[in-house]
């Protein structure tokens, strides 16, 4: 059955030069493990964004990514500070806490951004033998509520996590909404603000499971290879993950498929307005939260396969994706008026 709905940018399919590229890896041998001409192209690929001063691990899904991540920078005893709503919080099945090995410590926002001024009580106990020692503050770039950061808000969270001798952590599982959002490169998004560690996505932009472990300055380990491999994220075939990152990243179709869903969403969000629909959040990215009048929840959600994301608020989640239609967007606003 084929159908088509605002769920998840997961639920989209694969694009075509994605497919493309697997296939072009899959002629003859190679060596597995990573030990091959694919995963060397795509770390070179990905060092032209990002700047060669840092290690890649390219790994399955994005709960790998965050979970060799952490792992790598972070001792049992430590802990990572985190909005309430991030996604290594309430959508992992506590991998970070069992495979990693930390403690997470939450912090409620209005908005889904971490701030220094939200993060600065949690900075206590240093040296205390009988507390979690914060080690990473972790944030997700787009949120989980859509809103994007800017390269001079990572800056701030990064001086101050460096002040104490922490890292700072990006989820950037749909990094690349928010690179489009913005207007920046990569790497003004990531190292240039003093991101030391970046989960980086390409699953949600159109790939078929493809997403990188990024470690930048003092975040890099000889580690890092070790802890993928016990965390069970080290590909036997690994030509058929890198060749996925450098279908997208050697020219810009991970910059024309995130802009392609961004514009998707700024457009469902400006027709539910003028349907007369509130919004719960402003539209930074792909992803539109909107409050529904609960008896029009159920009938749309049976026809457009969307998230219920606040149900005593009435807050519906909407993400459009690279293959998002303007025929979809407008099927969905003749639904709302």
């Known amino acids: 059955m084929i159908w088509r709905g605002f769920g998840s940018d997961n639920h989209a399919g694969v694009h075509p030069e994605v497919i493309a590229s697997i296939m072009s890896a899959n002629l003859g041998h190679a060596h597995g493990y990573g030990e091959d001409p694919w995963t060397a192209e795509a770390t070179a690929t990905l060092k032209r964004h990002l700047g060669d001063e840092c290690d890649i691990a390219f790994v399955f899904n994005g709960t790998g990514a965050n979970c060799v991540s952490l792992a790598a920078v972070c001792r049992p005893w430590e802990s990572v500070i985190c909005a309430s709503t991030a996604h290594i919080n309430c959508d992992e ?24 001024d939200l993060v600065r009580p949690h900075l206590t106990n240093f040296g205390f033998e009988h507390a979690a020692q914060p080690r990473v503050i972790s944030v997700s770039n787009v949120s989980e509520l859509g809103t994007v950061y800017t390269p001079e808000e990572l800056s701030r969270l990064a001086e101050l996590a460096h002040e104490h001798g922490m890292l700072l952590h990006v989820d950037g599982a749909r990094i690349a909404n928010a690179v489009v959002s913005l207007g920046c490169t990569l790497r003004e998004l990531t190292a240039e603000a003093g991101v030391d560690i970046l989960s980086l996505g390409a699953t949600k932009n159109g790939a078929l499971g493809a997403e990188a472990v990024v470690l930048f300055g003092g975040a890099r380990t000889d580690d890092l290879k070790y ?14 993950v890198a060749a996925q990152f450098s279908a997208m990243f050697e ?77 979809d967007v407008d099927a969905l606003i003749t639904a709302l008026a």
């Open 227 to 240: 802890i993928r491999k016990q965390l069970g994220q080290l590909a036997s075939k690994m030509r058929f």
């Open 93 to 116: 099945c506590a991998a970070p806490e069992h495979l990693a090995g930390v403690k997470l410590v939450t912090v409620e926002t209005p908005d889904g951004k971490l701030t220094p």
């Open 251 to 327: 020219g810009d179709l991970w910059l024309e498929s995130a802009a392609h869903a961004n514009a998707m969403a700024r457009s469902l969000a400006d027709g539910a307005q003028a349907a007369g629909i509130e919004l719960a959040q402003p539209v930074n990215a792909n992803e539109v939260f909107a409050i529904l009048p609960a008896q029009k929840i159920a009938p749309l959600q049976e026809r457009f396969h969307f998230y219920i994301w606040d149900e005593p608020g009435h807050i519906v989640r909407w993400v459009t994706s690279w293959d998002t239609t303007q025929d």
